[in-house]
């Protein structure tokens, strides 16, 4: 589930802080990071994690509720992180490109059954679906019908919380209620459709479920043992805190109508921060080149998002982040070697998320953040 403005509003609150730096990094007080997630922890947010990593900071903590009424948010507790779960999808497609498994310019039709191939994309009353390339699935130039910033499926999965979505069923509810957007590489549009093409794509070249495959190829070794993905495998780690749709406590929801590649994995600031650091570090990739690919944003995006990842830039300034729905965001700027994870467990948390990650990188920079240093 993708609440509509969540990428907008990161973006335009990125944007203006980046517009104000001229320092430098800089060790930064701990009170500072302290008092943004003690702001950050309030109505309607419930509780707030904040992990920042760079030369000269280290940071971890949290603020407000496990759950409304309940027990303190501690900084180990898991979370959904939504939408960070592209960037781990795009990740594991590179890993089996860098093994000789697929190319990223392949069509999809080469991995996926013909008949759904023959009906994913069709557009005038002709089907371009054998057209689309894997690459295209990740970089969001396929045209697919996004499913996820449709109004009528998200009433539709408020209204029944407990229905299993399958990755077919969420397909199918793509193609019955939307067209595709534009020929594929014409253009490009944001769609959750086509990362569960990407996951299908996965569990093809991979031989593996898509969940052993992310354990196989990232989770494991990179040791992220409190990341998992949720429904396709037991709970394991810390404690799933307690997502909110406004005012509705969705921990009880059936979880599937969102983790199928698109989204699924729960996750800790610890294990995001790891893979963030170790995927600009080169803890993940063999060869320098597969980063480079999954860092070549398209002109299609204006120059915004690559393979699972989004890109800010202003001057100098790069900021390579991927936001998710329950109000999660991992974010890495390779120039000075910081990272910033955070999450307000709030989908629709009236731009909560977007000012502490915006402040949180001021701080981590020694820049003074009005109320709080």
Known sequence: ?????????VVAVLTALFLLLTAGPAAAAEAGFACLVGRAARPPVPGVILDVRGPGVAYTG??????????????????RAASVTKTFTAA?????AEQGKLRLDDPISKYLDPSLVGR??????????ARITVRELLDHTAGLYDYAADERWIAEVAAHPRRTWTPERLVDWALAHGRPYFRPGRGYHYSDTGYILAGYVIEKVSG?????????LLLDPLGLRGTYL??????????LSHPYLG???????????????????????????TFFRALFEGGVFRDPATLRAMLTATPQSKGTYGLGIQRLTSGDEVLWFHPGAWGAVAAYAPA?????????????????LAALLRDAYATALGRSVPGCG
């Open 230 to 239: 949720e429904h396709w495998e037991r709970h394991r780690g810390a404690p």
């Open 62 to 79: 949290a603020a407000g509720a496990f759950r409304l009424g309940g027990r303190d948010l501690r900084p180990t507790d898991a979370f």
């Open 1 to 9: 589930m993708r609440p509509p403005g969540r990428t907008s509003a």
């Open 336 to 352: 000075r070697r910081i990272s910033v994870v955070a999450t307000v467990n709030q989908a629709q948390d009236e731009g909560a």
């Open 92 to 96: 594991t497609v590179l890993k089996l």
């Open 208 to 216: 593996l479920p898509l969940h052993r495959a992310y354990r196989t």
């Open 247 to 273: 005012s509705v406590d969705t921990r009880n929801w059936n979880p599937t109508f969102d983790t199928f590649a698109g989204g699924g994995l729960v996750s800790t600031a610890a294990d995001l921060t």
């Open 120 to 129: 994913v994309h069709v557009l005038g009353g002709r089907s371009y679906g």
